[in-house]
């Protein structure tokens, strides 16, 4: 099992330079580390000196990195579509088309690399594993796919099993769910093969929502502005349950009150090779955070922790059992519990970074 | 018809400033002009000191601005979609479930973006959308949508329309097209649904693909690893047919060897009052810029633009009539003159920025 650490922040703020340095503060106290390299902007390979490939390479001791190269996991995961409809051969879809010709589409850099990051962790060959992502929206989609496409899954699966599309799709959806995600499935229903999907997208959200497995960090530097998108970044991260650990800042500029009650850790412009002894304990911190979401039936109160947001910014809705809750352009449904389906929410206020909503 | 300019540049080269102070200098001329915000880490809302939101509004004379928002274009949508299966009522797939749900997954926010650039080019109402996007390569998926999701298009319409799942997913697919773009469809057959689908891709890509229509610039700043990646970006581009009209270059350093043969504008570090008129000219700019794709019949020789890249870093591939191209995590085929079918490529050296292919 592998932590993942990824560094969210606004463009420049030194993220890369950052990533690198605390991967390195690990490597050198023997803890074997991974560092993923998503943008093609982004500076590891540079930094490092050493053209990466897209399969993990050693760069120094115990430090493997690489370019993660959407093109390549696409001809890999053609080439098992392939091989799962020759065995079939009931659908003549992939066949004639060759992995090497696919282009890419918005997405599935996401959705390849959150798979990715599903077997490097399996492997069990890394205990960190620094995730250099794109900006700081595409990132949280990306961690949140287990539990935005979960939903998805979970509210069509059903609907999608009674009707003939279903009936009709179902045996072309098994083998593409067995071969890409490596799982097995023994029928072709589609309520199981969506049942065990599902599972699968459960296990993820419960690892993207454990901070033993990711953990984020802002990134701030003495710019106001790089505050302002922390502050957003770290509202949305939240709002999908993920776990900010705490705030880096580079620069003289006290910040410490734009980020209660989270640990900031202050660090002064250094060269690269100075930087690890700064970030000493932070990949391994056990970071005592608020809870995310606090259910307190007692005073029929749903408190949802949302840092750095305003109530103009957030936005409620109630459907039945769920709470859907929208920020930072990002939803979220929350499965309120059985003792609320009958109430409506009444009122929601800010305190201490909590949105509070109470229902009568 | 809007023209549509875009900034691409490692995080922290200013793009957001330029794009503002570049929006403003057309503005100010008299152009009418919408500047897009994609990032919640971008900087327009916080320099214009105007919360902005998902819909144009005037902020300036002759300048509307707006933050882009994926959940309320999903919600659009999914309204649309409902309405078609009302209509339809073959499918009971999308009725059960309410648009203030929907959660956000990887990609959408750009296939939705790119919609949404084209409902604001035919409205009329602009003659520049400045458009300031997410990191480097979510900005470049996006403005490829059309030809990439073009070729799956053609590539398994017909397959799909010949196989009974495209028989049964014809009239659910109907209705999507139709809402989703806005085309009329007059059938429910596969084939010709995924033709007009097609049609409408055709006429993004060639959008895309006219400097009039949108127009790239790079962003580097004395930073030699800004350089890196605007010369990858630019690579980037040309592979995917866009065309980069020049150069920013923020500082003293003299790059311009870097980004030959593009014209370099270099512009001192300014507030950003003082910065649009560093800017005159570039939006509205005919630049003279190399060919991206040339096709010598007499040689037997295609040649790509492909600048910012080594031979190392191209590979090649050729299936029938199309020869692949693969750099920078991207994929692009070319569809090669009828003279070239019954040839290979024999051979691949780089000169002037271009790669030669010779087929033998």
Do not use: C
């Amino acid at each position: 099992m592998a932590r993942v650490i990824s560094l969210l922040g606004k463009g420049g703020t030194g993220r890369s330079t950052l990533t690198l340095a605390m991967a390195r503060t690990e490597a050198r106290r023997g803890k074997r580390v991974l560092i993923v390299n998503l943008e093609p902007t982004s500076t590891i390979g540079l930094l490092l000196d050493v053209p990466l490939g897209g399969d993990p390479q050693e760069v120094e001791p115990n430090l493997q990195a690489l370019h993660f190269s959407t093109t390549a996991l696409i001809e890999r995961n053609w080439k098992k579509l392939r091989a799962a409809e020759e065995e079939y051969s009931r659908i003549v879809l992939f066949r004639e088309v060759y992995e090497q010709e696919l282009g890419v589409l918005p997405g599935l850099d996401q959705f390849l690399a959150m798979s990715a990051l599903r077997d490097w962790d399996l492997s069990g060959k890394y205990d960190f594993i620094f995730f250099d992502g794109g900006s700081g929206l595409d990132q949280l989609r990306m961690f949140a796919v287990p539990e935005q496409l979960g939903w998805y899954v979970r509210r069509f699966g059903d609907a999608l099993g009674r009707s003939p599309v279903g009936q009709i799709l179902a045996p072309f959806f098994e083998p593409i769910t067995r071969s890409l995600l490596n799982i097995s499935v023994d029928t072709d229903s589609m309520r199981q093969t969506t049942g065990r999907f599902s599972d699968v997208l459960n296990e993820g959200r419960a690892v993207m929502q454990d901070p033993q497995r990711l953990l984020l960090y802002l990134v701030a530097t003495d710019d106001p502005l790089s505050v302002a998108a922390a502050r957003r970044l770290w509202g949305g991260s939240q709002l999908l349950g993920l776990t900010v650990g705490g705030a880096i800042v580079r620069g003289d500029a006290d910040w410490q009150g734009n980020f209660d009650p989270l640990p900031v850790r202050k660090i002064a412009h250094a060269p690269l090779g100075d930087l690890p002894a700064q970030l000493e304990g932070l990949a391994d911190a056990n970071p005592t955070v608020p809870a995310p979401l606090v259910i307190d039936e007692a005073v029929r109160t749903v408190r949802i922790f949302l840092p750095g947001l305003t109530k103009k910014q957030v936005e409620l809705s109630q459907y039945g059992p769920e709470l859907t809750v929208r920020a930072v352009d990002q939803r979220r449904n929350f499965t309120l519990p059985a003792s609320f389906r009958t109430l409506r929410a009444s009122g929601a206020k800010f305190a201490d970074g909590y949105l509070n909503v109470t229902f009568a």
